[in-house]
């Protein structure tokens, strides 16, 4: 299993990113994905995830700016960034978690793509 995340990158305060993330399971069955951060001198946290079913979570500090989406087709998932701050600022990883069978799952992640949010 291998997950290329690409879009980060230097944008102005209430400017937007994409980020991508595909993920390559072979026949295997990808069950959900998400999009964690690492913010300077911080804990990795969770910004957004997305179910097999399409239903998503968000952390409450990017409702209603950020929107993760996934593109079942190619195994991509997505993570529009909008109204971006500052204290956005981190390294984002995505995360897929794979089902193998008989109750087999597995979490992976991807490489971090930098986001950085200028004043």
């Known amino acids: 299993v291998q997950l290329q995340a690409s879009g980060g990158g230097l944008v102005q305060a209430g400017g937007s990113l994409r980020l991508s993330c595909a993920v390559s399971?072979?026949?295997?069955?990808?069950?959900?994905e998400a999009w964690y951060r690492q913010r300077p001198g911080k804990q990795r946290e969770l910004v957004a995830s997305?179910?097999?079913?399409?239903?998503?979570n968000y952390a409450d500090y990017v409702k209603g700016r950020f929107t993760v989406s996934r593109d079942n087709a190619n195994n991509t998932v997505y993570l529009q960034m909008n109204s971006l701050k500052p204290e956005d600022t981190a390294v984002y990883y995505c995360l897929a978690r794979v089902f193998f069978g008989s109750r087999d799952y597995r979490a992976y992640w991807g490489q971090g793509t930098q986001v950085t949010v200028s004043s």
């Open positions: 997305i179910q097999r079913d399409d239903s998503t």
């Open positions: 399971a072979g026949s295997n069955t990808i069950v959900d």
